[in-house]
């Protein structure tokens, strides 16, 4: 790159005895300053001349030569220093120093490396070459710490000295919107134990944890660390609000003590009467004959009630202890499917129902676990009878399903096969569809105990498709009925024998 010898030089910095004007050509301060280097060796030569010494002629002619020399010395200084100055000037000016810097790099070794101003020329451009090698690093360690920041699951909140947000990671922004960076904290929380917290740290107290419930944009629980930053963050940050999602832990808590509750509940009904009828029998029906028979016969109900009640919470268990690890054998399901229906079809038949069995020939099989699926369908279909109405068809159908819904683990290009059961019932509301698949969940609890349920039937149903990387979806119609589908992956194709034997 040439650089234009006749740039300007250097104005004075205010700290020197004459600073130099602004804008003097390279050549006048040349001669100015060879002037200024003159007069010691003029005085010297005229004074030889003067004592005679020296001839005059000699002495003008030297004092002549020494000038150019010293002149074009000179000259090459300070257009030398005329490059450095530009390159400072221009690095001053620009509205980013370091992409300008980045583009005079290599410009200054044009003065050469010949003396003191082309050392300090190669000087200043190792200087900047390691300044942006700094630069460069320093971008890549906060962008690599950006990055650490926003990859973090839970939400993240810098507070500058003023209580606003100074940065908020992205799952900050997704509980408490996309806008908040800038924003007052207590626009963004209005929580009185954080915002005090909060400002105690900003007064150079210690910080601490708080724990508050969220409602939108879901019902979460979080636990709030909130602690004084040591060193400078981005927009001079001076506190850190780490929020712990708690909630899978709550939930779980509750779960646990409504659990507890139930099955405390489930069983004091049967042992009451139990222990009612004991007393009885060994007191004032010990002689009635006809009073014992009808105890003893409601005595077995309500064992049986007890009995399929741990029955119930004993497969629960088994089926959550392996629920991480899925079946791999292989299921064919249509004689499954009249086994289950052999099995209920004199319950049916005892409600005037009749259950109606429709498998495609071309069903594949699938991957899973015989006995544990035959329970689901099982529960499904006791379900669909117990609450179905009297005289009415109950109809289970097997088919490879064209779709699958967005909750299935497979995705939406997973291949599976959709097992539904419906009746004819009364049909579920739709508040209380959610919730059916919890435990001791019952919409009319007085009828389902009546009917002899558990509350437990489709909380199994659901860990065991879970625990088969299925789903389980739940349509109904109030006064129509209701479907219950189960999806489960498809395992081998459907092999030629039973093809044939099929058709």
Same mark, same amino acid.
């Given at each position: 790159?040439?650089?234009?010898?006749?740039?300007?030089?250097?104005?004075?910095?205010?700290?020197?005895?004459?600073?130099?004007?602004?804008?003097?050509?390279?050549?006048?301060?040349?001669?100015?300053?060879?002037?200024?280097?003159?007069?010691?060796?003029?005085?010297?030569?005229?004074?030889?001349?003067?004592?005679?010494?020296?001839?005059?002629?000699?002495?003008?002619?030297?004092?002549?030569?020494?000038?150019?020399?010293?002149?074009?010395?000179?000259?090459?200084?300070?257009?030398?220093?005329?490059?450095?100055?530009?390159?400072?000037?221009?690095?001053?000016?620009?509205?980013?120093?370091?992409?300008?810097?980045?583009?005079?790099?290599?410009?200054?070794?044009?003065?050469?490396?010949?003396?003191?101003?082309?050392?300090? #020329?190669?000087?200043?451009?190792?200087?900047?070459?390691?300044?942006?090698?700094?630069?460069?690093?320093?971008?890549?360690?906060?962008?690599?710490?950006?990055?650490?920041?926003?990859?973090?699951?839970?939400?993240?909140?810098?507070?500058?000295?003023?209580?606003?947000?100074?940065?908020?990671?992205?799952?900050?922004?997704?509980?408490?919107?996309?806008?908040?960076?800038?924003?007052?904290?207590?626009?963004?929380?209005?929580?009185?134990?954080?915002?005090?917290?909060?400002?105690?740290?900003?007064?150079?107290?210690?910080?601490?944890?708080?724990?508050?419930?969220?409602?939108?944009?879901?019902?979460?629980?979080?636990?709030?660390?909130?602690?004084?930053?040591?060193?400078?963050?981005?927009?001079?940050?001076?506190?850190?609000?780490?929020?712990?999602?708690?909630?899978?832990?709550?939930?779980?808590?509750?779960?646990?003590?409504? !659990?507890?509750?139930?099955?405390?509940?489930?069983?004091?009904?049967?042992?009451?009467?139990?222990?009612?009828?004991?007393?009885?029998?060994?007191?004032?029906?010990?002689?009635?004959?006809?009073?014992?028979?009808? !105890?003893?016969?409601?005595?077995?109900?309500?064992?049986?009630? #007890?009995?399929?009640?741990?029955?119930?919470?004993?497969?629960?268990?088994?089926?959550?202890?392996?629920?991480?690890?899925?079946?791999?054998?292989?299921?064919?399901?249509?004689?499954?499917?009249?086994?289950?229906?052999?099995?209920?079809?004199?319950?049916?038949?005892?409600?005037?129902?009749?259950?109606?069995?429709?498998?495609?020939?071309?069903?594949?099989?699938?991957?899973?676990?015989?006995?544990?699926?035959?329970?689901?369908?099982?529960?499904?279909?006791?379900?669909?009878?117990?609450?179905g109405k009297p005289g009415t068809e109950i109809t289970v159908a097997a088919r490879r399903a064209d779709r699958v819904p967005a909750s299935y683990p497979g995705g939406p290009s997973g291949k599976a096969v959709?097992?539904?059961?419906?009746?004819?019932?009364?049909?579920?509301?739709?508040?209380?569809?959610?919730?059916?698949?919890?435990? !001791?969940y019952r919409v009319d609890a007085a009828r389902s105990r009546d009917l002899g349920g558990t509350g437990l039937g489709l909380a199994i149903v659901k860990h065991i498709v879970s625990r088969h990387r299925g789903?389980?979806?739940?349509?109904?119609?109030?006064?129509?009925?209701?479907?219950?589908?189960?999806?489960?992956?498809?395992?081998?194709?459907?092999?030629?024998?039973?093809?044939?034997?099929?058709?």
């Amino acid at each position: 790159m040439t650089e234009d010898r006749s740039t300007p030089v250097f104005p004075g910095d205010g700290h020197g005895d004459s600073p130099r004007p602004v804008g003097i050509p390279v050549r006048m301060a040349a001669a100015r300053a060879t002037a200024i280097l003159m007069v010691p060796t003029a005085v010297v030569l005229l004074g030889l001349v003067a004592t005679g010494w020296l001839e005059r002629w000699h002495g003008l002619a030297a004092i002549a030569a020494i000038a150019i020399a010293t002149f074009l010395l000179v000259r090459r200084h300070y257009a030398d220093l005329a490059v450095l100055r530009r390159h400072l000037e221009e690095r001053s000016a620009a509205d980013n120093p370091w992409t300008a810097m980045a583009d005079r790099r290599g410009a200054l070794s044009s003065v050469g490396e010949v003396g003191p101003v082309g050392e300090l #020329m190669l000087a200043l451009e190792r200087a900047d070459r390691h300044t942006l090698e700094w630069v460069e690093r320093s971008r890549q360690h906060s962008e690599s710490r950006e990055l650490v920041i926003e990859s973090i699951p839970d939400p993240l909140l810098l507070i500058d000295p003023r209580s606003r947000v100074a940065l908020a990671n992205r799952e900050a922004r997704r509980q408490f919107g996309q806008q908040i960076v800038g924003r007052d904290l207590s626009t963004v929380i209005r929580h009185p134990g954080i915002l005090a917290t909060v400002r105690r740290v900003l007064a150079g107290e210690p910080g601490g944890d708080v724990e508050i419930a969220l409602a939108a944009p879901v019902e979460r629980v979080f636990n709030v660390r909130i602690e004084a930053l040591m060193e400078p963050e981005p927009e001079d940050a001076s506190a850190l609000m780490l929020f712990v999602d708690l909630s899978a832990i709550r939930r779980t808590e509750q779960m646990r003590v409504d !659990f507890v509750a139930n099955v405390s509940h489930e069983l004091r009904t049967p042992l009451s009467t139990l222990l009612g009828f004991i007393e009885t029998l060994q007191g004032p029906a010990r002689d009635d004959a006809e009073a014992r028979d009808r !105890f003893l016969e409601i005595m077995k109900v309500q064992g049986n009630r #007890m009995s399929r009640l741990v029955q119930d919470l004993l497969s629960l268990s088994r089926i959550e202890i392996s629920e991480h690890k899925p079946p791999s054998e292989r299921v064919d399901l249509e004689p499954m499917l009249n086994s289950v229906k052999a099995t209920l079809d004199l319950e049916a038949r005892r409600k005037d129902m009749r259950v109606g069995l429709e498998v495609d020939a071309t069903l594949p099989q699938v991957v899973g676990a015989a006995d544990e699926l035959t329970q689901v369908v099982q529960n499904l279909l006791d379900n669909a009878i117990k609450y179905g109405k009297p005289g009415t068809e109950i109809t289970v159908a097997a088919r490879r399903a064209d779709r699958v819904p967005a909750s299935y683990p497979g995705g939406p290009s997973g291949k599976a096969v959709a097992i539904a059961v419906r009746d004819r019932g009364d049909g579920i509301p739709a508040e209380h569809i959610p919730r059916l698949t919890e435990r !001791f969940y019952r919409v009319d609890a007085a009828r389902s105990r009546d009917l002899g349920g558990t509350g437990l039937g489709l909380a199994i149903v659901k860990h065991i498709v879970s625990r088969h990387r299925g789903t389980l979806t739940i349509q109904s119609t109030p006064g129509e009925g209701s479907v219950f589908t189960v999806y489960v992956p498809v395992g081998e194709p459907t092999s030629p024998s039973r093809d044939a034997t099929a058709a």
